[in-house]
């Protein structure tokens, strides 16, 4: 079996895949990948399963080799890759040979890249999924990120890993949905729990006030800075808490929760942001704006319908890029 060793973690880097479900009533977290889509076409790049683990790497970037010939993609976020010293591309496959260094840099834009193997990232999975969810100690690699020295095995490619060399007459973009610089960005979300509960002036403000990404934005939630917001509400009972859940705690300072969320919470749920505006804020660097704009159901539903389309559309086209050596 394939081994990755790695050589260098920059800042955080773990292995994800789509998360695992179906244990939230037993206080477990879904987990997986902040940006899903990237992960799923670093895979299709590759002929893995949609689900299959990789690496999920945050701004600055990691290091490692392979004690056999292993074939990788990079996604998300933009990164310089470097095989052997020699600049690389994304969103294409990528050959490493035995013993050869691979080296993606810091992030230019955006904040999570993604680094696919043939074969997949091939740790114990855990309740179902080799996500790592580091404040529970599940998946990955003992449950924790990585750093220099782990080895990480790899399966085996399946008949549908693709040549390294693209068909003629296809252009690769590699727009899989997160790699644009973002400096202000607008928040869709469904009204929740306390949305009617809180004062006027709160509901309001939420929709009125511009908000700046903080710098302590995890995979767990994403605190927001600006002019603090009174809700009203001195007392409540702890309720589920759902991917995008807009709290506001004692501070009056917004907080949007992401895929390491705690399953349930006490503060004021303003309403959840929507699964595609949840990439956009987690991609989104420190310092970047933020705005709220408050949707319906029906307007949830057609994005979600019009996004999914999308998705589907270029993880299709992104299958049928690669054909046989010329």
């Known amino acids: 079996m394939t081994a990755l060793e790695i050589t260098h973690v920059g800042l955080h880097a773990t292995v994800q895949d789509l998360g695992r479900t179906g244990f939230l009533g037993q206080g477990i977290t879904v987990g997986g990948a902040v940006d899903s889509f990237a992960l799923r076409c670093a895979n299709g ?6 689900g299959s683990a990789g690496l999920e790497v945050v701004l600055a970037g990691i290091k490692f080799q392979a004690d056999q010939d292993i074939v990788v993609s990079v ?3 933009p990164a310089p890759i470097r095989i052997d010293g020699e600049a690389q591309a994304m969103n294409r496959p990528l050959r490493v040979g035995p013993g050869s260094s691979f080296e993606l840099g810091p992030s230019s834009a955006g904040s999570y890249t993604y680094i696919a193997v043939a074969g997949g990232v091939d740790t114990p999975p855990v309740l179902g999924s080799r996500s790592t969810v580091v404040r529970e100690g599940l998946g990955g690699l003992e449950g924790r990120a990585l750093k220099r020295g782990d080895s990480l095995a790899c399966g085996s490619p399946n008949s549908n890993t693709p040549p390294l060399v ?13 790699q644009r610089a973002s400096t202000h960005i607008t928040l869709r979300f469904i009204p929740g729990f306390h949305h009617d509960a809180v004062n006027d002036e709160c509901r309001t403000r939420l929709c009125s006030d511009t908000f700046a ?8 939630a994403t605190p927001l800075d600006g002019p603090p917001l009174n809700t009203g509400l001195t007392q409540l009972w702890s309720e589920a808490t759902a991917l995008g859940s807009i709290q506001v705690p004692p501070s009056g300072q917004p907080i949007v929760l992401l895929n390491d969320r705690q399953t349930m919470g006490g503060y004021p749920q303003m309403g959840a942001v929507i699964p595609p505006a949840c990439v956009r804020l987690a991609q989104a660097r420190p310092g970047c704006k933020v705005d709220f704009q408050r949707i319906n159901v029906e307007e949830a539903d057609r994005i979600s319908w019009l996004t999914t389309h999308y998705e589907e559309a270029r993880l299709s086209a992104i299958t049928t890029l690669w054909g046989q050596p010329v």
């Open 213 to 220: 990404i903080t710098g302590s934005a995890n995979r767990m």
């Open 75 to 77: 996604t998300g976020a």
């Open 166 to 178: 693209m068909r003629k007459g296809y252009t690769h973009r590699g727009d899989d949905g997160s």
């Open 45 to 50: 790049l590759l002929g893995n399963s949609p």
